[in-house]
């Protein structure tokens, strides 16, 4: 799905690459570096992050290089999306373990900046997203979204006419920037690219650094939840209380805390009854110890995470 509807050059045959990836940390820097790139007539690929880069983002990376061949990635680990107890000083940060992991790949620019570039002193707006983003973790953790829209929406002025990819892990994320985009009129084409995991079923994330091998292992009873629901949404069960008891029973058995594992609308998010559709998101978020987990997968579309579980 596309949120523009404004044409884009056809990518150039010859890739831009960059011999030694040395960040931008001036906006101006980057939307100079953008522009360029379209005169040459190049399309330019984007893949925002925060950085703690695994091999879900660099995924994120290769479908944009197969979309644009100048290709910018950003780095920044936002604070309006952070609550008052949450872990943004905790969040991992290495700035040069992630060029040396993106230099391979023939990225053009790494967009880096500070704090103080993208929310200059004296900056009063932010950018509400509205229905898609007040359920599952919108409702858990206000404000959120807000910061989310705020930064991506700004980080689209910069880098200008594009294709952002974005990974489905984080599914109401996805939809809410979408949406955003969408209302706004971005000439943006918004690609979302299946969540990639671990060989045991575990999403890639940044924040599975912070579990203990214990935690490691407990967490694969997410993977463990959803794979059932899967496999019995295959076998015609339709009844959303059904296909989330199904889910939870094996994560309550190990996780800290369950925010939410929830049967919904996949376009909307609007919760359901019965499914009547082809397909609906389910959706987790869980602690396993301090950590606080999400992952999904569309009923009727995405493969059960654990293999075995489909055999």
Do not use: W
Not at 111 to 137: K, W
Not at 227 to 255: D, H, K, M, N, W
Not at 279 to 298: E, F, K, S, W
């Amino acid at each position: 799905m596309s949120s523009s509807s404004t044409p884009t050059p056809t990518p150039s045959l010859t890739p831009t690459l960059t011999p030694s990836l040395t960040p931008l940390a001036c906006g101006a820097e980057l939307r100079k570096a953008c522009d360029a790139a379209r005169r040459r007539g190049e399309r330019v690929g984007f893949v925002p992050t925060m950085g703690a880069l695994h091999a879900g983002h660099l995924a994120l990376v290769r479908e944009a290089k197969t979309r644009g061949s100048f290709v910018v990635v950003s780095i920044f680990v936002n604070p309006t999306q952070f609550g008052p107890n949450e872990d943004l000083t905790l969040y991992p940060r290495d700035l040069a373990s992630d060029l040396a992991r993106l230099e391979p790949l023939g990225v053009s620019a790494v967009f880096a900046p500070q704090p103080a570039e993208i929310y200059e002193a004296g900056e009063d707006t932010r950018v509400h997203v509205g229905r898609v983003a007040e359920p599952l973790c919108g409702s858990i953790r206000r404000g959120h979204f807000d910061g989310v829209a705020t930064v991506v929406a700004k980080l689209f002025n910069l880098v200008g006419p594009s294709v952002a990819v974005f990974g489905q892990k984080d599914y109401q994320q996805l939809l809410v920037i979408r949406r955003m985009a969408r209302d706004l009129f971005a000439p943006i084409e918004i690609v979302g690219l299946p969540t990639v995991r671990e060989p045991d079923g575990l999403a890639m994330s940044s924040r599975n650094a912070f579990l203990s091998p214990d935690e490691r292992s407990r967490a694969l009873a997410v993977a463990r939840g959803l794979s059932r629901a899967a496999v019995a949404f295959a076998s015609g069960e339709r009844r959303a209380r059904v296909l989330e008891a199904t889910a939870r029973e094996p994560i309550e058995r190990v996780a800290s805390s369950i925010d939410y594992a929830d049967v919904r609308d996949a376009d909307t998010l609007a919760a359901i009854e019965d499914l009547t559709g082809p397909r609906a998101l389910l959706a987790v978020a869980c602690r396993i110890g301090a950590t606080r987990l999400i992952d999904n997968v569309v009923l009727g579309v995405d493969a059960p995470p654990l293999a075995a579980l489909a055999g």
